[in-house]
């Protein structure tokens, strides 16, 4: 995972640039209510579960990256709850989360259940989400970095 080999201190300035904890919040609550209406679809839930591969123990943040990362899952996530999403999931949302699954683990030392598993998976739709995570990274550093010349 690309976006695991960002600094500390790029992570935090990206982090308090751009992620505010009312985002996380909104974002927390957003996957822990999808995940309950997913969860109300036994088998529908069953079955995605074992597509991703998902480790017993598992935070919901990371279930939900899994789950929405799928392109296959979150197309029949749109269409069997009637989503009004634009046919995906926000990669902003994906990458959001991503980008605080990793602040945590490295600047709070907080290692949420499943993050290794996460950080090992390799699935085209997790892939791209981690290269615009790094990529918003990137953009936040040169933005940064960048003054004003007046002639």
């Known amino acids: 995972m690309n ?20 985002r996380i919040n909104f974002l ?6 999808q995940l309950d209406e997913i969860s109300q ?6 079955t995605w579960l074992e597509e991703v591969d998902a480790p017993p123990k598992i935070d919901n943040i990371i279930l939900w990256i899994l789950f929405m990362s799928n392109e296959d899952i979150c197309i029949d996530y749109i269409n069997a709850f009637h989503k009004d999403f634009r046919k995906i999931i926000p990669i ?3 990458s959001d989360f991503l980008f605080y699954v990793i ?21 085209d739709g997790l892939e ?24």
């Open 3 to 22: 976006t695991f080999q960002i600094t500390a201190s790029a992570l935090e300035g990206y982090k308090n640039a751009k992620i505010s904890d009312e």
């Open 28 to 33: 927390i609550a957003q996957a822990n209510e």
């Open 41 to 46: 679809n036994q088998e529908m839930y069953s």
């Open 92 to 94: 902003s949302d994906l």
């Open 103 to 123: 602040y945590l683990q490295k600047i709070k030392d907080i290692t949420l259940d499943g993050f290794e598993y996460l950080s090992e998976y390799e699935e």
């Open 128 to 151: 791209d989400v981690d290269q615009y995570s790094l990529t918003n990274t990137f953009l936040h550093i040169q933005q940064s970095k960048e003054i004003t010349f007046e002639f």
